[in-house]
């Protein structure tokens, strides 16, 4: 068998990522994967995340990969809009408040909790810079969630995001005000709005 070709194919059809269990499913055991690993054909990114030694790693996508109870939130939904031009220097996610993240993922990623019967409330898919689709909140409740978060996030970014979005064609503002009255939040982003609008 070719290793290096089959791993090239999972890497191919997974966003670049090659886990421990495609690649057992694939017939490349644990073992091989570790000789490759130690011989620099392949990276590891996380535990059982592999990357070929020259592709880039999609972070997003690895994070997302790990846990089926993470959307990207805040700041990171923010930069996947296109709302902010700014990487975030950790990325920001929202999961339940009866969940928890492997302590490895709390270490890479800021994390938000909100009640179980919020959280897929306005979640979708957005591409990663890398073009990978990940999960993420759409525009009007990461706005929400910006001002639900405004003392956490700083000022220069909560404005920037209320002024992008007041300017941004594509704004829904029924949908916005339907996400708003569900997170209790009417009141604050009407007031932020009459001014900016």
Known sequence: MDFLKELAAIAEKNGGIIENK???????????????Y???VIHRISRG?????????????SLSR???????????A??????SDRVPFEHTVTIPSDRVLANSMRNECKIYYIKRELFELGKTTMPTPAGNLVPAYDLERTICDVV???NKIGTETFLAALKAYAANPK????????YAKQMRLSNIIRNYLEVLL
Request: with cysteine; aromatic share 6%; net charge neutral.
């Open 148 to 150: 639900r978060s405004r």
């Open 22 to 36: 495609t690649a057992l499913d694939c017939g490349i055991s644990r073992a091989m994967l570790s000789k490759l």
């Open 49 to 61: 995340q592999y990357v070929l030694a020259d592709e880039m790693q999609d972070e997003l996508l």
């Open 78 to 83: 923010l930069f996947l809009h296109g709302i």
């Open 66 to 76: 790990r846990s089926q109870y993470l959307i990207f939130s805040h700041e990171t």
């Open 171 to 178: 704004k829904d503002l029924n949908r916005l005000n339907t």
């Open 38 to 40: 130690s011989t620099g």
